[in-house]
């Protein structure tokens, strides 16, 4: 079965940064994307990043562009989420995923397969 458990997300003030942490189990890591996602209070979910097995590329939104960095670990089955510069609107509740889609151009088009119970980011002054 996959498994996708993250951590470190927390209470931050406007400015600062956070590193997520997602360990995954249960299918070969290496060789699948994983995303990031992210759902605020009252709105839809919000694809944020991609770490694409095999190539290491990455992807992200238009709203993180510049800010959040992906990275990932194939030896310990691990993808990361650097936050920084955080802003109130980056308020939500942060989930990793595995994701089928795919790359075309610049722009990820994201298949999301299964995705973890997610780790809540706060930030507020």
């Known amino acids: 079965d996959v498994t996708l458990t993250e951590s470190g997300g927390g209470l931050v003030q406007p400015g600062e940064s956070l590193r997520l942490s997602c360990v995954a189990s249960?299918?070969?890591?290496?060789?699948?994307?994983m995303s990031w996602l992210r759902q605020a209070p009252g709105k839809e979910v919000e694809w944020v990043a991609v770490s694409v097995g095999g190539s290491g590329s990455t992807y992200y939104a238009d709203s993180v562009k510049g800010r959040f960095t992906v990275s990932r670990d194939n030896g310990n089955n691990t993808v990361y989420l650097q936050l920084n510069s955080l802003k109130p609107e980056d308020t939500a509740m942060y989930y990793c995923?595995?994701?089928?889609?795919?790359?075309?151009?610049?722009?990820?088009?994201?298949?999301?397969?299964?995705r973890g119970q997610g780790t809540q980011v706060t930030v507020s002054s």
């Open positions: 249960g299918f070969t890591f290496s060789m699948n994307a």
């Open positions: 995923a595995k994701d089928s889609g795919h790359g075309f151009g610049r722009v990820w088009y994201n298949k999301i397969d299964n």
